[in-house]
């Protein structure tokens, strides 16, 4: 963060100096004798400018910071406006994939969307903050959105998951639940255990694993998370906004409420 703002700062800097050299180039110049060419007499003027703005720079640091928080604010707000354009966009792609598992009530009003990772710590700290929000709220919808993203053992992993939703719809949060839910790291091995313990048919689950739309699935998912500038694990879509990171219960029943409040107004 620090090392951020400073490269923030840096680039203030640099504009300032920008802005002072092109209002010193910009000011119209005095007439000066054959034997004193302009362009030293402009060098001077533009050397005095730097050092009024260096100087005014070190008096006066805080400037700094503030603009690079107007500078952050106004990327957070022109992010938001994109994803929301996203979001409307790809709506179904979102909330209503084939590919992703539902728990809490699937005729819920309001849905939350969560992009995870079997992998992720963060996520299965977060596993709680999904049991908490659909026992309390029976008109949430919560979209379990396979993120594979943590190397080899998290995309075998996944692969395990998605072909257990094909063959096993009616278990697969009670899959998720363990299999996020367990100390090891989860690899094909550790899953197709879980799976086969639930119930399914081993032979049945590899040959489903082949099923070219798991990797197509995937490749959407990227794409979708890469469109709505997620990178990492948990993130959320609620309602018209995305939230990112284990921001923990509280946070997230709130933009559940703000997302209900929206229902049915077309000005949200």
Do not use: W
């Not at 709680?128 to 379990?144: G, I, K, N, S, Y």
């Not at 996944?158 to 299999?179: N, T």
């Not at 694993?209 to 948990?234: R, S």
């Amino acid at each position: 963060m620090t090392r951020a703002i400073v490269l923030g700062a840096s680039g203030i800097a640099l504009a300032f100096a920008m802005l002072a050299s092109g209002y010193v180039a910009g000011r119209p110049q005095p007439a000066y004798a054959e034997d004193k060419p302009q362009a030293t007499a402009g060098a001077l003027d533009r050397k005095e400018v730097e050092l009024i703005v260096r100087n005014y720079l070190l008096e006066n640091p805080e400037i700094l910071l503030e603009v690079q928080q107007a500078l952050e604010t106004k990327q957070q707000e022109e992010q938001r406006i994109a994803q929301l354009g996203i979001i409307k966009q790809s709506k179904d792609e979102i909330f209503n994939s084939p590919h992703d598992g539902v728990v809490g009530n699937p005729n819920g009003k309001v849905t939350i969307v969560e992009f995870y990772d079997y992998n992720c710590g963060f996520c299965k700290r977060a596993i709680e903050d999904m049991h908490a929000l659909t026992a309390q709220d029976p008109e949430l919808r919560f979209v379990l959105k396979e993120f594979p993203i943590l190397g080899p053992d998290s995309q075998k992993a996944h692969m395990v998951s998605q072909a257990f939703l094909k063959l096993m719809p009616e278990k697969y949060g009670e899959f998720h639940d363990k299999l996020l839910g367990s100390p090891g790291r989860a690899d094909e091995a550790s899953a197709v255990k879980l799976a086969v313990s639930l119930g399914a048919d081993e032979a049945k689950l590899r040959d489903m694993m082949q099923d070219p739309a798991i990797g197509q699935a995937f490749a959407g998912t990227y794409e979708l998370a890469n469109k709505l500038a997620i990178t990492g694990t948990p993130s959320y879509v609620v309602g018209n906004e995305v939230v990112f990171g284990a921001l923990g219960q509280a946070v997230l029943a709130e933009k559940i409420a703000a997302a209900k409040a929206c229902l049915g107004d077309a000005s949200c």
